[in-house]
């Protein structure tokens, strides 16, 4: 039967679980206590780098449904707990691991995926949030600009061709309209009715 202690260290985990954007599940077996504080101070400002037991890692993922972490859980675990950027977060862990050989990159829980540990580093190629997200503005900008540019060369053509039109049409004729010649039918029906 658990003790108290381990179902509130279960408790917090779940917590730390669900309050993460992503989950970087990393080993450590021979990173010294200083490269460890190091590394956890690297990450801060966008994790919280936890040694955990694998066996309280378990319980607290299957607790709040993530039971996809098991295969990642083998061996001596660390996890960040991400509430920033994971991609930032997952660029900060594949730094120090060329710099900590002993730091290894296990995988990732990420948006409701587990990553293994190949897609775990290729997450750290990609862009930050902030220049992924100012590339679409300016693709969409840019997408805005080229329309208005278009509809902007219509408008010109369709007043060029008006204006040709009524270069052709003599001067003192008035230019039939659907409208003007329903008018004058309705005016001359009007006229014959008074006769």
Same mark, same amino acid.
Request: overall charge negative.
């Given at each position: 039967?658990?003790?108290?202690?381990?179902?509130?260290?279960?408790?917090?985990?779940?917590?730390?679980?669900?309050?993460?954007?992503?989950?970087?599940?990393?080993?450590?077996?021979?990173?010294?206590?200083?490269?460890?504080?190091?590394?956890?101070?690297?990450?801060?400002?966008?994790?919280?780098?936890?040694?955990?037991?694998?066996?309280?890692?378990?319980?607290?993922?299957?607790?709040?449904?993530?039971?996809?972490?098991?295969?990642?859980?083998?061996?001596?675990?660390?996890?960040?707990?991400?509430?920033?950027?994971?991609?930032?977060?997952?660029?900060?862990?594949?730094?120090?691991?060329?710099?900590?050989?002993?730091?290894?990159? #296990?995988?990732?829980?990420?948006?409701?995926?587990?990553?293994?540990?190949?897609?775990?580093?290729?997450?750290?190629?990609?862009?930050?949030?902030?220049?992924?997200?100012?590339?679409?503005?300016?693709?969409?900008?840019?997408?805005?600009?080229?329309?208005?540019?278009?509809?902007?060369?219509?408008?010109?053509?369709?007043?060029?061709?008006?204006?040709?039109? #009524?270069? #052709?049409?003599?001067?003192?004729?008035?230019?039939?309209?659907?409208?003007?010649?329903?008018?004058?039918?309705?005016?001359?029906?009007?006229?014959?009715?008074?006769?």
């Amino acid at each position: 039967m658990p003790n108290a202690e381990k179902v509130e260290r279960v408790a917090v985990l779940a917590e730390r679980i669900k309050g993460s954007q992503a989950l970087l599940i990393t080993e450590y077996r021979g990173l010294s206590v200083h490269d460890a504080t190091e590394l956890r101070r690297s990450l801060s400002d966008m994790a919280r780098f936890s040694v955990v037991k694998n066996t309280l890692m378990r319980r607290a993922a299957g607790d709040v449904g993530v039971d996809a972490l098991d295969r990642l859980l083998e061996g001596p675990t660390a996890v960040a707990f991400v509430f920033g950027d994971p991609v930032a977060a997952a660029k900060r862990i594949v730094e120090a691991a060329k710099r900590f050989p002993a730091l290894v990159l #296990k995988g990732a829980y990420v948006e409701g995926r587990v990553l293994l540990a190949e897609d775990a580093r290729a997450l750290a190629d990609l862009e930050s949030r902030e220049v992924m997200l100012s590339r679409i503005a300016g693709a969409l900008k840019s997408e805005m600009s080229r329309a208005a540019f278009m509809l902007r060369a219509l408008q010109g053509r369709f007043l060029a061709l008006l204006d040709v039109y #009524k270069e #052709k049409v003599p001067p003192g004729e008035p230019i039939a309209t659907e409208e003007t010649t329903a008018a004058d039918a309705e005016l001359a029906d009007t006229v014959e009715g008074d006769v």
